[in-house]
């Protein structure tokens, strides 16, 4: 609902401040008054873009402010939220017009798009006019009128809840499914990097070890040499083999050891445990010596070294981890196997949810087919008493793509003239006839919808009763929320909570629009003008006071 409205140096208007109230608000005043800048403010808030009649003049600034009530759009709180805006139960949204004919649009003193304002207020405020590109006007909006005519919220909340859960479900299984693409596509090479590395067959501690053997194998000759003076120094038969000579002092040592004392004769069998220490060292090193250095076998191993490193190098590892990632690469192979199972179990669960959404999108497409015909019987039921006899409303049906609404697409179509094709709502020519028809749609569909509503030529081209009965309809949805009509009928202005009259002021050559709101009796005096033009007579007070009580 909006509450406040300023309209700043826009137009003809200088400053216009207006508060503003539930239930029905008419406008009126003479024709050319400039009722329709009213109007026209209120597109701006409603995200309209510029026209060129806007552009201030040079030096100066348009602006229309709006203090709107969004307490019964808890969504909205919400949509603003995600955008970066903290709200309570109220929104001030201005937009200025610079004398560039450029403008800017803010929430809350937050700089937003365009789109932004038009997505928020397409929510708060629905203009009925022959030149309003809103409400049924655009066919995207037909489907949430006959949901909320249906009055079948539970199918509508868990459909959209069905949707999320298929909008999860397939997130998740094309996540699994790249992740498993990614995995097989990699996968011939891990196979090729296996099998390379399973040729090899790397064995614990086997490069280092070959690399101990190579530098043994490349110095084979000078190793033999010396362990060849070693072993002649240990048992040759001259005087100066190590053995022998040890031998030759223990068995000397014998001779006198009863003789010696206690110390010289432990020192005696020490040096036997040496003689025994030495033999098992001479014993070593002639098996050393007698240990085959097979250079042939050189080439093999320097080729095993060279592979192990050629490998090691491909993948950036060290040559002692090949054997650890050869595990690491048979993981990875097997890994797809159990990533392909997953996979397919993610593609079944939304598999499910697609056929979960798809019957209930199909239960509830009949539900509102049921409902559109119910819809378009009392829509017909009501065009005779607005002067639309000859007029048909239909509710036609498409298949849409799914979406969190199921998978219709809604329009409605109608024709004034019995002979004619149905056709889009936008179609019909006549203003006075689109709002009455936009009318009678809201009378009879929107029940709960907070919307506020301003219709614009409601009572072009009709009188008397049918005015009534445009009057009628029109106070009956104020019981509901907002409705704000710009009028020439004293009959439609009788039935206002709220009545505003806009006059035409002319002061030092310069003209200006003035908007009042008028008290119970200036509203008589202003209906009795309605109904006899400048000069207000007797009959038109009294009949303007019929009008006004029968309201």
């Not at 602006?63 to 309570?88: M, R, T, Y």
């Not at 610079?98 to 003193?109: H, Q």
């Not at 992740?179 to 490069?207: A, G, W």
């Not at 049921?370 to 049906?397: G, R």
Request: hydrophobic share 35%.
């Amino acid at each position: 609902m909006i509450k406040y409205l300023s309209i700043k140096n826009l137009l003809l208007i200088d400053e216009i401040d207006i508060e503003l109230n539930d239930g029905l608000c008419v406008l009126t005043g003479e024709t050319g008054a400039g009722k329709s800048m009213i109007l026209d403010s209120l597109s701006l808030i409603s995200g309209e873009r510029i026209r060129s009649s806007f552009k201030p003049e040079k030096g100066k600034t348009s602006s229309v402010s709006a203090i709107i009530d969004i307490s019964n759009f808890k969504f909205l709180k919400h949509e603003l939220q995600d955008v970066g805006i903290d709200c309570d139960d109220e929104i001030l949204v201005k937009r200025i017009i610079t004398d560039s004919g450029k403008s800017k649009t803010f929430i809350n003193d937050n700089l937003v798009s365009l789109n932004i304002l038009k997505k928020i207020s397409n929510k708060l405020v629905e203009i009925h006019s022959q030149f309003s590109e809103q409400g049924l006007l655009d066919s995207n909006t037909h489907i949430d009128t006959l949901d909320e005519f249906g009055d079948y919220l539970d199918s509508k909340i868990k459909i959209k809840q069905d949707w999320e859960t298929l909008l999860e479900s397939k997130k998740k299984f094309e996540r699994k499914k790249e992740e498993l693409n990614i995995v097989k596509s990699e996968k011939e090479q891990t196979e090729y990097d296996l099998k390379e590395i399973e040729n090899l067959s790397p064995i614990e501690n086997e490069f280092d070890q070959l690399v101990k053997k190579r530098v043994l194998l490349k110095n084979s000759a000078k190793i033999s040499e010396c362990l060849q003076i070693v072993i002649d120094n240990f048992y040759s038969e001259t005087p100066h083999g190590i053995d022998k000579l040890l031998l030759k002092n223990i068995s000397e040592l014998d001779k006198i050891k009863n003789l010696l004392d206690e110390n010289s004769f432990k020192k005696i069998e020490e040096l036997n445990s040496i003689y025994i220490d030495i033999q098992e060292l001479a014993n070593y090193f002639s098996s050393l010596m007698n240990e085959e250095f097979d250079v042939s076998t050189l080439d093999k191993i320097e080729e095993r070294i060279e592979n192990y490193k050629r490998i090691s190098r491909k993948h950036k590892i060290e040559e002692s981890s090949l054997l650890e990632f050869k595990k690491k690469l048979i993981k990875i192979a097997d890994s797809s196997f159990e990533l392909e199972k997953i996979t397919n179990e993610y593609e079944k669960v939304y598999l499910e949810s697609v056929q979960k959404f798809e019957n209930g999108a199909k239960k509830l497409s009949e539900i509102r087919k049921n409902s559109a015909n119910k819809l378009d019987k009392f829509i017909n039921q009501e065009f005779p008493s607005l002067k639309l006899e000859n007029a048909e409303f239909k509710s036609f049906f498409e298949h849409a793509n799914p979406s969190p609404n199921g998978i219709d697409k809604v329009t409605f179509k109608i024709r004034t003239n019995p002979n004619s094709e149905m056709g889009a709502i936008k179609n019909i020519s006549s203003g006075g006839e689109l709002c009455r028809i936009a009318l009678a749609i809201k009378v009879i569909a929107q029940k709960k919808n907070k919307t506020t509503m301003v219709f614009d030529e409601v009572d072009s081209g009709i009188g008397g009763a049918v005015s009534s009965a445009v009057g009628e309809r029109l106070k009956k949805l104020g019981k509901s929320k907002q409705v704000i009509v710009v009028t020439h009928s004293p009959q439609v202005a009788a039935f206002g909570n709220d009545h505003f009259v806009v006059k035409k002021k002319i002061e030092n050559n310069k003209t200006t629009i003035k908007l009042k709101k008028l008290s119970n009796e200036e509203k008589l005096q202003e209906i009795a003008r309605m109904l006899s033009g400048k000069e207000i007579t007797l009959e038109a007070v009294n009949a303007a006071r019929k009008l006004i009580n029968y309201s």
